[in-house]
T-cell receptor, first 115, second 112 residues
Framework: GAGVSQSPRYKVTKRGQDVALRCDPI?????LYWYRQALGQGPEFLTY????????KSGLPNDRFSAERPEGSISTLTIQRTEQRDSAMYRC?????????????FGPGTRLLVL | GENVEQHPSTLSVQEGDSAVIKCTYS??????FPWYKQELGKRPQLIID?????GEKKDQRIAVTLNKTAKHFSLHITETQPEDSAVYFC???????????FGTGTRLKVLA
């Protein structure tokens, strides 16, 4: 079946612009995570959804970052007033259950470049 | 805060030899430890995981061991092949949350 998909795959934006990154999880997956992955580093947790409920947003760097998953499926990560330091690979991952200890399937990521 | 340390950062082995990657975690209540393989330009993919009620788990050429007392776990790859070349990440769950903390990665190169 289809895996996790993300769009756009690449995004170049100017400093100060807002960007919206989309994640389409595997159908039926309850849990959805957003991560940021710097080059040569491991994924860094940003936020977690159980269905449509955002249960943990402790990893969001500041209030310019927000995420939603209104119908418990597709999720959007929004970065307002982008800064150069926001440049990174943003990945989402989904898992079947909500126990938090299930296999996470990662998406291909959106590479964001802020000029 | 909680953290996971991973060593070595790079590892080169001859084809057919074994490779071992080690991770140390700080949250003594962590109970789930997945390992991911990430090939160049690709997404991370789970290769093996272990839960805290088990000391060792094996899947063909890959095994993971867990020492809860010392708070470290290791990935063992035997009979390495060129296609094992990739970056490997360990991770640990954070108790009371849905979060995972990832290690900084090990770049494994298998020399033919």
């Amino acid at each position: 079946g289809a895996g996790v998909s993300q769009s756009p795959r690449y995004k170049v934006t100017k400093r100060g612009q807002d960007v919206a990154l989309r994640c389409d999880p595997i159908s039926g997956h309850v849990s959805l995570y957003w991560y940021r992955q710097a080059l040569g580093q491991g994924p860094e947790f940003l936020t977690y959804f159980n269905y449509e409920a955002q249960q943990d947003k402790s990893g969001l760097p500041n209030d310019r970052f927000s995420a939603e998953r209104p119908e418990g499926s597709i999720s959007t990560l929004t970065i307002q007033r982008t800064e150069q330091r926001d440049s990174a690979m943003y990945r989402c991952a989904s898992s079947l259950a909500d126990r938090g200890r299930e296999t996470q399937y990662f998406g291909p990521g959106t590479r964001l470049l802020v000029l | 805060g909680e953290n996971v340390e991973q060593h070595p950062s790079t590892l080169s082995v001859q084809e057919g030899d074994s490779a071992v990657i080690k991770c140390t975690y700080s949250d003594s209540a962590s109970n789930y430890f997945p390992w991911y393989k990430q090939e160049l330009g690709k997404r991370p993919q789970l290769i093996i995981d272990i839960r805290s009620n088990v000391g060792e788990k094996k899947d063909q050429r890959i095994a993971v061991t867990l020492n809860k007392t010392a708070k470290h776990f290791s990935l063992h790859i035997t009979e390495t092949q060129p296609e094992d070349s990739a970056v490997y990440f360990c991770a640990a769950s954070i108790s009371g949350t849905y979060k995972y903390i990832f290690g900084t990665g090990t770049r494994l190169k298998v020399l033919a």
